[in-house]
């Protein structure tokens, strides 16, 4: 299967701290994304790192990318119990031509208040 | 505004009915796509439609059949439908060449009983 693996499969933390989700891939890529998906909803984009960048931030969000060993991480600092949800990796399989994803299983995060 | 909607939002059906799910974006977007979500919550592709032509078909059985009016409108018809149908099903779309961020609709869950 070319699905990824995210690690860990579900997160309780407190309100203020920090959560950290681990993704990994198995092919070579073009860029990696970050989604969450609320319960009951469709996915929503979080933020996108090109295979040449190591890091990125978008508010409270951080991700680095390790394409030496196919793995991506995302840090939500500050968390909130808004945060709750799941968060899902995806990657291009490197094809320029569908613009196809490839999802990860998943990070179910619960923030409690 | 809805970005990109679907209809029905629940689907409840018996084994061998033929259902029909819409799927609508008003983002301008040339590319849409299907999406399968399990009770695990995996997701993954089925069709991928880029300017009312299909251009990726992830070995889906071919009860299912997507139809495509206009780029804006890409809808999924299944027949003969079985218990293993049962899932959420999402409809995406994307402008291509744009990194391939992906706008999701919030989803149709089926159930097939």
């Known amino acids: 299967s070319q699905q990824g693996e995210e690690d860990p499969q579900a997160l309780s933390i407190q309100e203020g701290e920090n959560a950290t989700m681990n993704c990994s891939y198995k092919?070579?890529?073009?860029?990696l994304q970050w989604y969450r998906q609320n319960s009951g909803r469709g996915l929503v984009h979080l933020i996108l790192i090109r295979s040449n960048e190591r890091e990125k931030h978008s508010g409270r969000l951080r991700v680095t990318l390790d394409t030496s060993k196919k793995s991506s991480s995302l840090l939500i600092t500050a968390s909130r119990a808004a945060d709750t949800a799941s968060y899902f990796c995806a990657t291009d399989a490197g094809s320029y031509n569908t613009d196809k994803l490839i999802f990860g299983t998943g990070t179910r995060l619960q923030v409690f208040p | 505004d809805t970005a990109v909607s679907q209809t029905p939002k629940y689907l409840v059906t018996q084994m061998g009915n033929d259902k029909s799910i819409k799927c609508e974006q008003n983002l301008g977007h040339d590319t849409m796509y299907w999406y399968k979500q399990d009770s695990k919550k995996f997701l993954k592709i089925m069709f991928s439609?880029?300017?009312?032509?299909?251009?990726i078909n992830e070995t889906v059985p071919n009860r299912f059949s997507p139809k495509s009016p206009d780029k804006a409108h890409l809808n999924l018809h299944i027949n003969s439908l079985e218990l293993g149908d049962s899932a959420v099903y999402f409809c995406?779309?994307?402008?291509?060449?744009?990194?391939?961020?992906?706008?999701f609709g919030p989803g149709t869950r089926l159930t097939v009983t």
């Open positions: 439609y880029n300017n009312k032509e299909l251009i």
């Open positions: 092919t070579s890529i073009n860029n």
């Open positions: 995406a779309s994307t402008r291509r060449g744009e990194d391939g961020e992906q706008y």
